[in-house]
């Protein structure tokens, strides 16, 4: 399926699992458009890049939190053939709900909802008309469950988790395919930004973020709709979806 494609857009890619998306796409020959907030890091990968391969990268310092900087974006790159769309930036808060900064939360919900919503409504609709593209959309495993102090994330992504399977339903008859992506704990700078600072558990072994980019593009060529990396995750969603209430797992959780 990535043979036929051109271009490739990953959100959040100057670091973790979307940098090693964008590597990897490099490394099969598409053009990748890659955004993020640390420019530095976007000259890295740039860097890095060219040392694998002789496809184009294009990088995009952006702010997806504001709506305003995310339509200029949309504008900017527009003009590019874009055949897959990985929706992979987001990030999350950890605390008691009422003691979360409210400022946080509505940026969190800009950048995992929003931002999210609105390329993949953009992007979707020159696919379908192309008829050829590609979705693919970074949840967690802590979407497919009711997350005590992760409150507003896990809801956040159990969004993006119902809206990609309802995207794949309504879009594989235009030939575009859409696939959620549920990762487990993984060795990324999410905890450090959740956290603050704070003293966190390392949630035993984590996973690499290649181990989940690699699996994920192998996953989607193989048109799967959900991808979840490691036994450990699939069994969280497991349990989240077929054997015990939310509300005893809510209940357990919050200890």
């Known amino acids: 399926m990535l043979k036929d494609f051109k271009y490739a857009l990953v959100t959040g890619g100057s670091s973790g699992i979307g940098k090693e998306f964008a590597l990897e796409l490099c490394r099969r020959g598409l053009k ?31 702010e997806l939190s504001s709506t305003d900087n995310v339509k200029a974006f949309i504008q900017d790159v527009s003009k590019y053939e874009i055949d897959l769309l990985i929706n992979n930036a987001g990030f999350g808060l950890y605390g008691e709900f009422i003691e979360l900064d409210l400022e946080e939360i509505e940026k969190m919900i800009e950048v995992n909802i929003k931002a999210l919503t609105m ?36 809801a956040t992504k159990a969004y993006v988790y119902n809206l990609s399977i309802a995207l ?51 996953a989607f ?26 509300r005893t797992i809510a209940k357990f959780l919050a200890g």
């Open 32 to 62: 990748v458009i890659v955004t993020g907030r640390d420019t530095k890091r976007l000259e890295e990968l740039t860097e890095m890049a060219k040392d694998i391969s002789d496809s184009s990268i294009l990088t995009y310092t952006v």
């Open 119 to 154: 390329l993949s409504h953009t992007f979707a609709k020159k696919m379908v008309e192309r008829k050829r593209g590609g979705i693919i959309n970074v949840a967690s495993v802590a979407g497919h469950i009711p997350l005590p102090y992760f409150n507003a994330y896990a």
């Open 168 to 218: 794949w339903a309504e879009l594989k008859k235009y030939n575009v395919h859409v696939m959620c992506v549920s990762p487990g704990p993984t060795e990324t700078r999410f905890f450090e930004r959740a956290f603050k600072g704070q003293n966190f558990k390392t949630f035993g072994n984590l996973m690499s973020p290649t181990q989940v980019a690699l699996g994920a593009i192998e």
């Open 221 to 246: 060529e193989k048109r799967k709709v959900v991808y979840i990396p490691g036994f450990k995750n699939k069994f969280v969603s497991f349990i989240g979806k077929k054997l015990l209430p939310d």
